[in-house]
């Protein structure tokens, strides 16, 4: 028997002590607290609510409040201070909170140390500070962020669809009015641009194919041939007539435009008009864009020099 028991069943005892339960309420009896009806405790008397109280002498009492010290002792502790439930759209996970049919299970260190810094205890999950609890933002949900749980939806309801904003989308534009930056280069070709039909098997890509093998001769010098220096002299007799071939100058270098003549785009007219002189600003005023030093590589001869810078080249007196 717990110790509460033991003090009654001690006063219960007690000889001094007489029970009454014989005054009756509307013919039932009222008072059954004694087991022994000889007993008499005290007067049950009848209020104005038609209850019975029991009038004790100051012995009783005192004794009645032990009794009720040592009640509130045996009480079971009072209940934890209420805790601000969490909002339905946080979904506690395994580590954070166990459902409460399932037993507690050890907690993630990485918890521990989450509510410890925060003070509360490691039994308290730790609640989002932002938005705060009572905040607008928190209770027109217009916070974007995990899937929100609609209360409806608790009971069987289905979430209503997202809700566009009423405003309309930013004008982005035309493609041809875009936010990207103009052309760069501000050169503009000053003479028209004609295309030619090329002939099969002489396209960009056959060209890039052709000048890429090794085994191809492209300078039309003999093999081993050291690059030449060339003087005006020399350069204005290689116009591509007479049996010999087509040099121009690009940028000092001298390149023979022979074996490009059937895949240049603009035709083998307009390439010509650089032939046996300085092309480049021939060059630079129909496609400055393009990249010749890498086209046409293995079409150098050699180097444009003055008259008097070319003594003592046996080569040039050859091809004479
Ligand atoms: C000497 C080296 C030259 C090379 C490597 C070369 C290369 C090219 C290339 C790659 C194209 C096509 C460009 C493109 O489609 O954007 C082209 C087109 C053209 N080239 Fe040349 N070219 C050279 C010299 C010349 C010369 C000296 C002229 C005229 C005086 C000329 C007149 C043209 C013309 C009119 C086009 C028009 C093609 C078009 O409208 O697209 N080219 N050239």
């Known amino acids: 028997c717990p110790p509460s028991s033991w003090f009654i069943l001690q006063w219960l005892q007690q000889p001094q002590l007489n029970f009454s339960s014989t005054k ?33 002498s100051p012995q009783i009492a005192d ?19 209420f805790k601000i439930p969490l909002p339905p759209t946080i979904k506690p996970s395994s580590n954070l909170a166990p459902t409460p049919s399932s037993p507690p299970t050890p907690r993630a260190p990485t918890f521990n140390l989450l509510t410890s810094s925060l003070g509360s205890g490691p039994s308290e999950p730790s609640i989002p500070s932002f938005p705060s609890l009572n905040s607008a933002q928190r209770a027109s949900g217009g916070i974007r962020g995990p899937p929100r749980l609609n209360p409806s939806s608790v009971s069987g309801g289905l979430m209503p669809p997202l809700q566009r904003s009423p ?18 280069h501000t050169t503009i070709p000053t003479k028209p641009r004609r295309k030619v039909l090329l002939t099969p098997g002489h396209s960009p890509l056959d060209w890039a194919r052709l000048s890429s093998s090794p085994t191809v001769n492209l300078s039309g010098l003999p ?11 020399l350069l204005k007799q290689m116009t591509g007539r007479k049996g010999k071939d087509a040099w121009t100058v690009l940028g000092g270098k001298v390149y023979n435009i022979t074996p490009y003549a059937p ?7 307009e390439l010509m008009k650089a032939a046996g002189r300085d092309g480049t600003r021939l060059f630079g005023e129909v496609h400055p864009w393009v ?17 008097g810078d070319v003594k003592g080249q046996g080569v040039l007196e050859e091809m004479d």
């Open 24 to 56: 009756h309420l509307h013919g039932a009896p009222t008072v059954e607290l004694s087991e022994t009806p000889e007993e008499k405790v005290g007067e049950a008397n009848q209020n104005d609510n038609g209850f019975a109280d029991f009038v004790s």
């Open 63 to 81: 004794t009645a409040a032990r009794k009720h010290d040592l009640d509130r002792k045996a009480m079971p502790p009072p209940p934890p201070p």
């Open 263 to 269: 895949y240049h785009p603009g035709g083998d007219p």
């Open 223 to 233: 093999a081993g041939t050291p690059y030449l220096k060339v003087p005006p002299s």
């Open 167 to 184: 405003l309309p989308l930013p004008n982005r534009g035309s493609p041809s009015s875009s936010l990207a930056p103009p052309p760069t």
């Open 291 to 307: 990249n010749w030093e890498g086209m046409l590589e293995g079409c150098l001869v050699g180097v444009a020099v003055e008259e």
